[in-house]
């Protein structure tokens, strides 16, 4: 089991261990301390002439130097895998420092003679591609190394994909050195934007506001019919919307919800399922959105703060939707609320912990009514956070040195894990670009609708759901965004709402079989089978299998129009959830007949769809 946590796996001499735990700290820190530097503008204030390209190398080499160190090799013993990952580590230490320092040269060179930057160019691709295995594994290393192969042999293809011809050498260096390729626009939102909410999420968590907002949410929702449920989703949602991971909220809040669930009568099945879907919908919840908030922004070139109030509606539908599910089946199952000795009080618990909310309040104040960019906003809540919780009951006290060298490490070993798979995005980005294959699958998609809208967005759909199967948030998005979303966009769709789509259905391979790997994280937890899981988690998760298809079809869904424009559409899509949700469960207030169930279940997709017709 490969192991991302920021300490080395596997068995290791007891005196090598810990130097290895300290050198992986170290490098965890800098590339943090790098990061924030860059976003805070500090090489304009001492008047440094850098590349931004000096800075993306020197972050990714420390990226991937953090991975060798990490993150054991399963298939070689630890005698023969220490050596090798120490020296792949040097490799890309010293190979990153390297291009950092001659990168200005080594371009200029590379756009005259190729042949001239082949080994360095080489070196970052192969190291690059080693550390993506260790910290995604195969699915995502395999698609990356499928693209490499296009872009060098796609050009024997015939007929629409065969690719423009281009040489071995040109290849490589475009990918490793071009703005185009690794060192592209997905790795450089990871390392100034993504960075500064990183920290931030880690901070909260240092600081005990995580376990703020859990006890919070336990307050409010544990009295009330499946309150251990709805717990679930409370804490779920608040964490995973800036955790970037739907298995790590899973792994994170599940651990404390599912038990609380099993124990409240849920099945278990029912209880992973639950945790599984409320984690997923945290992907879809601003303001992180697991990351790709920042890279849409970038992608589609409009204010982040455009992004967050577009996935907005969408995702309180989504988490509307399980409530009003959890809540029918705690009805229909006769599971009462949390019992008073495992519930906190909730005016005593907010009274201990109202500064965590300030620096949410922060957030939204920076970026809306300053306009500030992502990062300054983000700086902004970081800041008043660390101001805020000594003030706080709940706060888990002095917040010292020892503890920032702690949030710092951990920062950085997750956003080290964000660099290596963005900037292996920017492989797939660079030959899409180079070869023509971007132009060529958008004329095919568009070409086999027949210019029919929804039988595009239908195969739309399906192809994410395939191509995101276990993957990250970030390399989902940025492969749909780069593969799929054109399509749509060629066809009239709205561009945000098409991103949008290919993110909802991305997500939905984290809990649809066969691999649906948030279900199956919260099915170990749970002790449920995984499939069993999986289908309990789709059906909660309905909502985000139609939604979509909602705003696609009707924009005022994600305020493209603004709020007057969306009341009609936005209580058509309330008034779905409830039906809709009533209908698969089969009770509201009492038990459904068939019938019913099914009457309901048209009424409720009519009124979701009408408002796109009118």
């Known amino acids: 089991m490969m192991q991302t946590d920021g300490s080395p796996a596997g068995t290791l001499p007891a005196r090598i ?45 420390l990226a991937v130097a953090h991975a060798f160190l990490t993150v054991r090799s399963r298939h070689l013993p630890v005698r023969l895998a220490l050596p090798a990952d120490l020296a792949l580590a040097a490799c890309a230490l010293m190979g990153g420092g390297w291009l950092a320092i001659h990168y200005p040269q080594i371009a200029f060179t590379a756009a005259v003679d190729p042949s001239a930057a082949i080994v360095p160019a080489l070196a970052l691709i192969v190291t690059l591609l080693l550390a993506l295995l260790r910290v995604a594994g195969w699915p995502l290393t395999i698609i990356v190394l499928a693209f490499c192969a296009y872009g060098l042999w796609g050009s024997n293809l015939s007929g629409q994909f065969q690719a423009l011809p281009i040489s071995p050498e040109r290849l490589a260096v475009q990918l490793s050195l071009d703005t185009g390729g690794i060192l592209g626009m997905p790795l450089g939102v990871a390392a100034t934007i993504v ?166 309040v922060a957030l939204v104040y920076g970026l809306f009514a300053l306009n500030l960019q992502a990062q300054a906003a983000g700086i902004l809540a970081a800041v008043v956070l660390l101001v805020a919780a000594p003030l706080a009951r709940a706060s888990r006290g002095r917040f010292g040195p020892r503890a920032l060298v702690a949030t710092l490490a951990s920062s950085g070993s997750a956003l080290s894990q964000i660099i290596i798979i963005t900037a292996a995005a920017g492989i797939v980005i ?137 009341i009609l559409p936005v209580a058509g899509a309330v008034v779905a959830v409830l039906a809709v949700s009533a209908a698969m469960i089969g009770h509201f207030r009492r038990p459904l007949g068939l019938p019913l169930r099914v009457l309901l279940a048209v009424a409720g997709m009519a009124a979701l769809f009408w408002p796109a017709f009118l």
Do not use: C
């Not at 800098?30 to 001492?46: F, I, K, M, P, Y």
């Not at 649906?516 to 937890?525: D, G, K, P, R, V």
């Open 17 to 61: 261990a810990p130097a290895l735990t300290a050198l992986a700290a170290v490098l965890s820190i800098v590339t943090v301390l790098l990061a924030l530097a860059w976003s805070l503008g500090l090489h304009q204030r001492l008047r440094l002439s850098l590349y931004t390209e000096q800075f993306l190398v020197s972050v990714l080499g």
């Open 195 to 360: 960075v500064v909410f990183v920290v931030f999420g880690r901070l909260l968590d240092h600081l005990g506001g995580a376990t703020f907002f859990t006890d919070l949410a336990s307050a409010l929702m544990g009295r009330f019919r499946g309150g251990s449920a709805k717990i679930s989703i409370l804490s779920s949602a608040a964490f995973g919307s800036i955790s970037g991971s739907a298995v790590s909220n899973v792994a994170t809040t599940g651990v404390v919800t599912i038990p609380l669930m099993q124990r409240g009568g849920f099945r278990k099945d029912a209880a992973a399922g639950i945790e599984s879907v409320a984690s997923t919908g945290g992907q879809l919840a601003p303001p992180v959105m697991g990351a790709a908030a920042f890279l849409m922004a970038e992608f589609l070139d409009i204010p982040y703060a455009q992004v967050v109030i577009a996935a907005l509606v969408p995702a309180l539908l989504y988490y509307v939707a399980i409530f009003v599910l959890v809540d029918l089946t705690a009805a229909r199952d006769g599971i009462r609320g949390v019992d008073g000795t495992e519930r906190p009080d909730a005016w005593s618990t907010l009274i201990a912990g109202w500064p965590f909310l300030l620096p949410f």
């Open 430 to 566: 660079g030959v899409m670009n180079e070869t023509g294959l971007g132009f060529g699958l958008t004329a095919f998609l568009t070409r086999f609708a027949s210019d029919e809208v929804l039988l595009l967005i239908v195969m739309a759909a399906l192809l994410s759901i395939v191509l995101g199967m276990g993957m990250p948030t970030i390399a989902v998005y940025v492969l749909l965004a780069t593969l799929i979303a054109p399509a749509l966009t060629r066809l009239g769709i709205d561009q945000t709402a098409a991103h949008l789509f290919v993110l909802y259905f991305g997500m939905m391979s984290m809990i649809t079989p066969p691999i649906a790997i948030a279900a199956f994280a919260a099915a170990s937890i749970s002790g449920a089978d995984p499939m069993r899981t999986a289908f309990q988690a789709m059906k909660f998760g309905w909502p985000a299998y139609v939604l979509p298809f909602a705003f696609v079809l009707n924009p005022a869904l994600i305020l493209r129009d603004g709020a007057l424009a969306a």
